[in-house]
C-alpha cells in the first residue's frame, strides 16, 4: 500500500537536492550579474516609480485639488489603491503566519517573498492616505503626542485612528517577522562571503546576521519565537482588514453600513494577495531559475487557495445583492441597483467577472497546473479586485442620498500616475529583494528536504 | 575548556551522537551544544533542554500593551480632554477595543523579539565564533566538554561520535 509513498506525501523540493546545493541555487542569484530579463523588468518598474513621484511631487506642492475629487467623490483613486494595495500585503501574512500554524510545508519556499511582499504592499498602501493628507509632514498629527494645542487628542472612536494603529502595527509585526526570518540566512551568506573580493558583503551579512552561529540553544528559542510572532500575526492580518472595512462600515452610506464588511473584506484581502503572489512567483522563479524549489504544486496549492477566497467573495456579492433587496431599505436597494446598471455598471461587471466567475476554472486541475492561464488569471484577479474597491467607494459616493450632489467621477492624470507610481515603487523594491536577499528561506527549505529524505528512506 | 567538536552531515547521525553522549555513564561528556544550519526536528527532546520562558515574556509584553492603551485612551478621551463627538459617552469602552487590541499584539511581539536577541546574545555587533566550517550551510556540529575526562573516556567518546557516523571528530582547547 505505502509502494506509493512519495505520491501520498510528495516532496516540495524538486530532485532531492544536497544542503550544499541549497545553498548554492538560492545564493547564486544574489552574487551573479542580473540577467536581461531582470533589467527589462527594473527599467520598466523604475519609470513607473519615477512618474509616480513626479506626480505625487506636483499634487504636495499644488493640492489635492489636482485630483478628481472637487465633487462628491471626496475620496478620488485614493482610498481604492489604499484598500487595494493593504490588501495584497494580506496574503505574505497567511502564507507565512497562519499555514505556519496549520504546518503547511508548502510555504517554506514561497514564504520569504511572500512576506517581502508584504512589507512593500504596505509600504505602498502608506503613501496614499498620507498623500490624501494634502499636507503629507503634517503625517505625525494621526498620533496621540503631547501637543501644544491644549493639547489637543486624537479621536480614538474614530476608525481612521483605528487604521493607522492597526497599519503601523501591522508593518511593525511583518517587519520583524521577516527580518528574524532571514536571520539565519544572513549567516549563511555571511560564511559563504569568504573571498577577497567579497569585504563588503561580508560586512553588511555579518552585521545583519547578528552574530548568528547556528548553535541549538538558539535555534530552540527561535523556533518559540516564530511561533509566537505567527500567533500573534493570525490575529493581527484578520484585524487589520476588519479595520480597514470598518472605515465604510461605520459609515452611513448606502452599500457601505453593513456588518458583513469585515469578513468580506478579509476574505477579498487574501484573494487578492494571492492573485499578486502568483503573479510575482511565476516570474520569478523563470526570471531567478528557481523552478525547482517553486514548483508547479506550489502553484497549484496556491491557486486552490485563491479559488476558496475568490468563491468566498463572490458569495459576499451574492449576499450583498440579496441584503439589498431583502432589506428593504430604499437607499440600499437604489445604490446596488445603480452599480449594476448606472454609470459605473462597466466596473462591476468587471469586477464580478474577475473576482467571482473566472476563478472558478480554478475547480480544474489542468487550469491550476497551467502556468499561462494561472498567470493570466492572477493577472485578471488583480484587475477585478482594484475594481472591488472602486466600486465600492466611487459608486457609492457618487450618488448618495441628496440627487442634487450626483455626479460622474473621472481620476485626472496625477491620480492615474500616483497609482502608477505606486505599482512602480512595489516591483522596484521586489526586483531589489529579489537581488539583494535570499528570496528563498534557506533554513526552512533545509529542513523541509531533509524530513522528506528521511521519509523515503523510513518508507524504502 | 578542553572539548570535543564531532562533525556530521545528516541530522540523523547527529541525532544518535547526541542521544548516545547523553546515555554515556557518569554523564562526564556534557554536551556544551549543537551547531546546525537548520531546524532539527527532534534535537529538543535528544538533548533535553528545558523548554524556553519565551512565551511569558509574549504575555507580559501584551498586558503592558492592553494596559497602556487602555489607560491612555481612557485618560485622554475621558479625562484629559473630554470631547462630545456626535453626543457619543466620553468613556466608549467598545470602540477603545481595536487600539487596545492592536497594542496588545505590537508590545507582545515587540518584546518577544527583544528577549529573544538579548537571551541568545544577538546583535548586529556580536561577533560570531564559527564553531566548524559549514555550519551555517550543510555541517552540523556537536560541542562536548572534555574536561576531568580520563584518556580511556575520550577513548569511548571518539568512538561512539564515529560509529554515530560523524565525519570528523577533533579537540581543542579554548
Known amino acids: 500500500m505505502i509502494a506509493d509513498a512519495h505520491l501520498l506525501r510528495p516532496s516540495w523540493v524538486e530532485g532531492k537536492p544536497t544542503l550544499r546545493q541549497i545553498t548554492d541555487d538560492v545564493s547564486r542569484p544574489l552574487t551573479a550579474r542580473p540577467t536581461l530579463g531582470w533589467w527589462a523588468c527594473f527599467a520598466v518598474a523604475s519609470l513607473a516609480l519615477a512618474w509616480g513621484a513626479a506626480s505625487a511631487t506636483y499634487e504636495v506642492a499644488t ?19 489604499f484598500v487595494f494595495w493593504i490588501g495584497i500585503g494580506h496574503a505574505g501574512t497567511l502564507i507565512s503566519a497562519i499555514l505556519l500554524l496549520f504546518r503547511q510545508k508548502w510555504r517554506t519556499s514561497i514564504s520569504r517573498s511572500a512576506e517581502a511582499m508584504t512589507i512593500f504592499a504596505v509600504m ?32 480614538f472612536r474614530s476608525p481612521l485612528v483605528w487604521d493607522v494603529v492597526a497599519i503601523s502595527t501591522y508593518f511593525t509585526i511583518s517587519f520583524v517577522f521577516w527580518f528574524v526570518g532571514m536571520i539565519p540566512d544572513f549567516a549563511t551568506l555571511r560564511d559563504r562571503a569568504a573571498g577577497r573580493g567579497d569585504r563588503w558583503r561580508r560586512k553588511v551579512f555579518g552585521l545583519l546576521s547578528f552574530g548568528w552561529d547556528g548553535s541549538w540553544r538558539t535555534w530552540s528559542r527561535y523556533e518559540m519565537l516564530s511561533l509566537i510572532l505567527a500567533g500573534l500575526a493570525t490575529p493581527l492580518v484578520l484585524s487589520v482588514h476588519s479595520i480597514v472595512s470598518m472605515d465604510f462600515a461605520t459609515g452611513l452610506v448606502p452599500g457601505w ?20 503572489v502568483l503573479t510575482l512567483l511565476i516570474l520569478t522563479r ?30 459576499a456579492y451574492l449576499t450583498e445583492l440579496f441584503l439589498a ?60 479586485m482594484w475594481f472591488e474597491r472602486f466600486v465600492i467607494i466611487v459608486t457609492s459616493l457618487h450618488r448618495d442620498f441628496l440627487p442634487s450632489s450626483w455626479w460622474f467621477y473621472k481620476p485626472t492624470i496625477i491620480e492615474v500616475g500616483i497609482l502608477v507610481g505606486s505599482f512602480g515603487l512595489f516591483f522596484t523594491c521586489f526586483l531589489l529583494f529579489i537581488r539583494a536577499l535570499p528570496m528563498v528561506a534557506m533554513w526552512e527549505v533545509k529542513g523541509v528536504a531533509a524530513a522528506a529524505a528521511h521519509a523515503g528512506e523510513a518508507h524504502a | 575548556m578542553s572539548r570535543l567538536v564531532a562533525v556530521f552531515s545528516e541530522e540523523s547521525s547527529l541525532l544518535a551522537a547526541v542521544r548516545g553522549a547523553r546515555a554515556m555513564p557518569d554523564h562526564r561528556a556534557a554536551i556544551v551544544d ?127 561520535l564515529l560509529a554515530a557516523g560523524a565525519r570528523e571528530v577533533r579537540e581543542e582547547d579554548r
Open chain 1, 63 to 81: 493640492g489635492i485639488g489636482t485630483w478628481g475629487l472637487n465633487k462628491t467623490v471626496g475620496w478620488a483613486f485614493d482610498i481604492t489603491n
Open chain 1, 124 to 155: 505602498c498602501a502608506g503613501l496614499f492616505p498620507l498623500l490624501h493628507m494634502g499636507r503629507p509632514w503634517f503625517g505625525f498629527w494621526i498620533f496621540p503626542y503631547p501637543n501644544t494645542r491644549g493639547p489637543l487628542w486624537v479621536n
Open chain 1, 257 to 276: 453600513h453593513t456588518t458583513l464588511f469585515p469578513p468580506y473584506f478579509v476574505a477579498g484581502a487574501i484573494f487578492s494577495g494571492f492573485g499578486m
Open chain 1, 286 to 315: 523563470k526570471v531567478m531559475g528557481l523552478e525547482r524549489y517553486i514548483t508547479i504544486r506550489h502553484l497549484d496549492a496556491m491557486a486552490k487557495i485563491t479559488l476558496l477566497t475568490g468563491s468566498m467573495v463572490g458569495f
Open chain 1, 325 to 384: 433587496w431583502f432589506g428593504g431599505n430604499p437607499f440600499e436597494r437604489a445604490a446596488f441597483w445603480n452599480r449594476a446598471t448606472g454609470p459605473f455598471a462597466w466596473a462591476y461587471w468587471t469586477m464580478v467577472t474577475c473576482n467571482a466567475i473566472l476563478p472558478q476554472l480554478l475547480w480544474s486541475r489542468r487550469v491550476r497546473t497551467s502556468v499561462p492561464i494561472l498567470f493570466v488569471l492572477s493577472l485578471l484577479v488583480n484587475v477585478g
Open chain 2, 34 to 160: 549543537v551547531y546546525t544550519p537548520y531546524a532539527v526536528h527532534g534535537l529538543d527532546e535528544a538533548m533535553g533542554l528545558p523548554g524556553t520562558r519565551l512565551p511569558w515574556v509574549t504575555l507580559a509584553g501584551g498586558l503592558c500593551g492592553m494596559a497602556g492603551a487602555i489607560a491612555l485612551q481612557v485618560w485622554c478621551a475621558v479625562l484629559d480632554w473630554p470631547l462630545d463627538v456626535g453626543g457619543k459617552p466620553h468613556q466608549s469602552a467598545l470602540a477603545f477595543l481595536p487600539i487596545t487590541f492592536e497594542a496588545t499584539i505590537l508590545l507582545g511581539g515587540l518584546a518577544t523579539a527583544g528577549a529573544f536577541f538579548w537571551r541568545s546574545r544577538l546583535s548586529p555587533l556580536a561577533e560570531p565564533r564559527p564553531v566548524a566550517a559549514g555550519v551555517t550551510d550543510d555541517a552540523m556540529a556537536l560541542v562536548l566538554k572534555l574536561d576531568g575526562a580520563g584518556p580511556d573516556e575520550r577513548t569511548a567518546l571518539h568512538d561512539l
